[in-house]
């Protein structure tokens, strides 16, 4: 596979990229802002970096050809989603990894969900709703990721999945567990098609993370 990373320069980007040069044999574009002074090639057989935004719908389709799977590392920008959606859909790309953030269906019961909203904030909430309403509107065999909160921990890959309609447990994870998972989702996107799916550390159900 030619996988598309979009915001390569990111932390659980980097993650992604050393676990599939290790892990599997396939390609990818590193795309992010300013990529060529912010990220380093390892293997210049199967990495290629396109300085860009992901706002620009030309570029993104360019950075698209010949590929077969996209991971967004960030739906902060409507109009960067929008164009990403567009973008695939023209291209006949249908796979899609976004990363995006809990609490976007209000689903996040009891201290923590208040906590979470409280340091999140009404207005970042909607606008992630928002860009979740647009890539679940597409025609693409999209995964939204819903993660909450993030540190690191070398080694720690453990990862408690929920489903939309289902109650949010786990008030953190590990930036190295959510790279597993999308590993683990690129391999087998069929299982994960047409999902958003929460993401949390098993038997962390505080009332917020534990560095706070």
Partial sequence: MKILILGAAGQISHLVIEKILKETNHSLVLFARHGSKRIKISDASREQIMDGDYTDINLVKKALEGGDAVYLNDVNSLVGVKAVVEAMEACNVNILIAASILGIYGEVPGAFGKWNERMVGTAGISRQRHAADIIENSSLDYTILRLTWLYN??????????QKGEPFVGAQVTREAVAQLIVDVIETPADYAK??????????????????
């Fill in 153 to 162: 921990q070398t080694g720690n890959e453990a990862y408690h999945l929920t």
């Fill in 195 to 212: 999902t958003s799916i929460g993401v949390s550390e098993p038997n962390t159900n505080w009332s917020k993370p534990s560095f706070y």
